[in-house]
């Protein structure tokens, strides 16, 4: 989808670029939050990065395999470093080419992540697992997913706070187990 939606938000087609933001944004929140332990951070991280992406359209390059997330997570990978330390550097002090990464690294660290988020969600009970499944695979919102699964959309929020709750949890478990093994995982 983002090789279709990307050349037309370079050109500046908005629509184009939020739906790009509509595919997106959960991954990058989630990633900020598993990464900082703050959700307002997390929520600023990831307008940030889409910020960043629509000032630099005109650099930044479209990767096959990954779309735009390998260049969303650097950012946002960045972006937690630097506002979770305030004596580092300020988002506008980033350099111009920020687009610079690792994409192998990259790509190796989405994937984990991804790996890590699915396993995590495959541990969850069957109801919790078809919400998430119905949202963040699917894309659709809560009375979307609700009238599939029968359940209300509010059911549908408290399942996903709840989802979103023990996935941060998991994910700061498995990253403080990694760090205490000698690991170090993104």
Do not use: K
């Not at 037309?8 to 929140?29: K, S, V």
């Amino acid at each position: 989808m983002d090789l279709e939606d990307w050349p037309l938000a370079r050109r500046g087609d908005e629509e184009a670029f939020e739906r790009i933001y509509l595919r997106h944004h959960r991954a990058i929140y989630s990633f900020a939050a598993s990464r900082s332990r703050d959700l307002n951070l997390a929520e600023e991280v990831c307008a940030e990065a889409f910020t960043a992406l629509w000032r630099q359209r005109a650099s930044v390059e479209l990767h096959q395999e990954g779309g735009l997330l390998p260049w969303l997570f650097t950012v946002s990978r960045r972006l937690v470093t630097r506002m979770s330390q305030p004596h580092l550097a300020d988002i506008d002090d980033l350099p111009d080419d920020i687009a610079d990464f690792d994409p192998v690294g990259d790509a190796i660290a989405t994937q984990d992540f991804v790996l890590r988020v699915q396993a995590a969600i495959l541990a969850m009970p069957e109801d919790y697992q078809n919400v998430a499944i119905a949202v963040f695979r699917d894309g659709l919102n809560s009375t979307q997913a609700g009238d599939r699964l029968g359940i209300s959309p509010a059911t549908v929020r408290t399942r996903l706070r709840w989802l979103r709750g023990a996935l941060m949890s998991q994910l700061a478990t498995d990253e403080m187990t990694n760090e205490e093994a000698g690991h170090d995982r993104p």
